[in-house]
C-alpha cells in the first residue's frame, strides 16, 4: 500500500514513519513517498527515517520527490501536511496581529485567517489534482487550520477527505488518566470545529465520570487543562474546553504575554528547525539524535506563553509524546482492513450539529470503517459554545469565499467578524499588513 506525504520535508514526519515501523499484518503501508518543494529538507528528513528503519525488518520504502503529479499517481493515502509559507510565514501572522493588538496565533484569530487566506488556494490545488491523479485514495489533512482546509478540500473531494487533531484525543485521555480510567475503554463526548471543542462527557462502562472531576477541585488542578483554565471556570462550563480555547477566555492576557515574549512561537520554531536542517546538514553523526532532541525542546515549550499566564508550570512528560501520529495510523487502519474504531476527528457535519449546515466540517467522534468516516448524533451545544462555533465557521466560510473569489473585501469581512478582532479598522489594516509581507496573498485585489 502506497502512501504519499505532503509537506514530506517537514520536521514532524518521522513521528509517521516511526508508526509505520510498529505496524504488521495485511493491508499496512509498505512504500512512502515524500514529497516536498524544497530538497534539502526532504533530504534531511530522509536520513532520520532511513536510521529509523535500520533495526527494522521489512520497513516501508522510502522515496523522495518534488514532483507532485508523481508523488500521487497510484497512492492509496495522501497526508497532507503542507505549510504554506513556512515557518516564516507563521512568524510574519504573529507579528502583523501582534502589532495591532490582536491574536496572532497560527490557527486561532486573525494569525488563522491569515495562514488560510494562504494555504486555501494551494489545498484546493492539491485536492483537484488528487482527485484526477489518485481518485481512490483517501486524503487525510493534517494542515491547518485543519477544520478550514479539510472544508475547503471536501468540495472537490467528499467524505475521501478527513481531518485530524492530536488536541482532542490528548485531552480525552488526560481526563480518563486524572479519573483512573483507561482511555481505550472511555466514550469522549467532545463536540465542536477544530481547536474550538469541549469535553462534556467521559463515560466508562455508560456511566459519565466527568461529574466526579468537576466537583474534585484537587482532580481539576492536576492536570493541563485544569492548570491552564483553572478549577473554578471549568466548573462554571460544565465541561473541559480544548486547550486552544484558553486563547478566547483569556484572551488579553495571552495577547499580553506574546506581545512580551522575546520571540512569538512561529519565531522560536522558525529558528529551530532552521538551525535543525542545517545541522543535519553539515553533521555526518545521527541524523535521528538531532532530530530527537530538537523535538524534546519543541514539545517542552508549546503553548508556553499560555502556561506562564495561568502559572500552569511546565507540561507533564506523558503530555510530551505527540499523539496526531497514532490518530492517523488508526485511521488508516480502520479504513484499509475494517478495523472498525471510533476517533474524534474533522468531517462534514450532515445532520451531526442542528446550528450547522450539512457540508460544514465539524469536530466529533465518528465511527470509522472501510467507508470511510461516520460522525455520531451529538446533543445540542450550550448556547454559549454555539455562539462562538456558529461565529468562527462563519468566519471560515468568508475565508473560503474570500479565496476563491480574490476579493479584498471579503478577506477584510472575514477578520471584522472573528470574535477575537475587535474593529473593521482593525480587520482592514491587517488585511493590509499581511498582503504586503505575503506574496501568497497577492491574489487579494
Known amino acids: 500500500m502506497k502512501l504519499t506525504i505532503l509537506g514530506g520535508g517537514g520536521f514532524r514526519v518521522p513521528l509517521v514513519y516511526g508508526a509505520l515501523l510498529g505496524d504488521r499484518g495485511e493491508g499496512r503501508v509498505t512504500e512512502v513517498v515524500l514529497h516536498d518543494l524544497d530538497a ?34 497510484g497512492a492509496d493515502f495522501v497526508f497532507s501536511a503542507i505549510r504554506v509559507g513556512g515557518l516564516q510565514g507563521r512568524a510574519d501572522d504573529e507579528r502583523v496581529a501582534l502589532a495591532e493588538g490582536v491574536l496572532g496565533q497560527e490557527t486561532v484569530g486573525a494569525g488563522g485567517i491569515a495562514y488560510g487566506l494562504r494555504t486555501v488556494p494551494v489545498a484546493v490545488e492539491i485536492a483537484r489534482r488528487v482527485a484526477r491523479l489518485a481518485p481512490d485514495a483517501w486524503v487525510i489533512n493534517f494542515t491547518n487550520p485543519a477544520g478550514l482546509v479539510t472544508e475547503a478540500m471536501s468540495r472537490h473531494l467528499g467524505d475521501r477527505v478527513i481531518g485530524i487533531c492530536d488536541s482532542p484525543v490528548g485531552l480525552g485521555r488526560r481526563i480518563a488518566r486524572v479519573l483512573g480510567a483507561n482511555p481505550k475503554e472511555a466514550w469522549i463526548d467532545y463536540v465542536g470545529l477544530n481547536h474550538l471543542g469541549w469535553v462534556r462527557g467521559l463515560y466508562v462502562a455508560g456511566r459519565d465520570e466527568l461529574p466526579r472531576l468537576l466537583a474534585d477541585p484537587d482532580l481539576l488542578g492536576s492536570f ?45 520554531l522558525r529558528d529551530q528547525q532552521a538551525g535543525f536542517y542545517e545541522q543535519v546538514g553539515r553533521s555526518d553523526g545521527s541524523a535521528l539524535e538531532i ?143 499581511y498582503t504586503a509581507v505575503h506574496p501568497g496573498l497577492a491574489y487579494l485585489r
Open 40 to 73: 534539502g529538507r526532504l533530504s534531511a528528513v530522509t536520513r532520520v527515517l532511513a536510521e529509523q528503519a535500520a533495526r527494522v525488518a521489512d520497513a516501508p520504502t522510502v522515496t523522495a520527490t518534488t514532483d507532485l503529479d508523481e508523488a500521487l499517481r
Open 291 to 433: 532530530w530527537d532532541r530538537t523535538r524534546a525542546e519543541r514539545e517542552a515549550t508549546y503553548m508556553a506563553e499560555n502556561r506562564e499566564t495561568a502559572g500552569a508550570g511546565e507540561r507533564d512528560a506523558d503530555d510530551l509524546s505527540g499523539g496526531y501520529e497514532k490518530v492517523a495510523l488508526a485511521l488508516m487502519r480502520a479504513i484499509a482492513r475494517d478495523e472498525r474504531t471510533t476517533l474524534i476527528l474533522n468531517v462534514r457535519n450532515r445532520t451531526t450539529l442542528s446550528v450547522l449546515d450539512s457540508e460544514a466540517v465539524i469536530e466529533v467522534p465518528c465511527l470509522v470503517d472501510a467507508n470511510g468516516a461516520h460522525p455520531v448524533a451529538v446533543d445540542p451545544l450550550p448556547d454559549h459554545a454555539t455562539g462562538l462555533v456558529c461565529a468562527v465557521k462563519a468566519v471560515e466560510r468568508e475565508v473560503l469565499a474570500a479565496a476563491e473569489s480574490g476579493s479584498r473585501a471579503t478577506a477584510a469581512k472575514a477578520f471584522a467578524l472573528h470574535p477575537l478582532v475587535d474593529s473593521v479598522n482593525v480587520a482592514r489594516r491587517l488585511v493590509e499588513g
Open 224 to 268: 493541563e487543562e485544569g492548570k491552564l483554565f483553572g478549577a473554578d471556570w471549568l466548573r462554571s462550563l460544565g465541561a473541559i474546553p480544548n486547550e486552544y480555547l484558553h486563547y478566547y477566555y483569556f484572551n488579553r492576557e495571552a495577547v499580553r504575554a506574546y506581545q512580551q515574549a522575546e520571540r512569538t512561537r512561529g519565531a522560536f
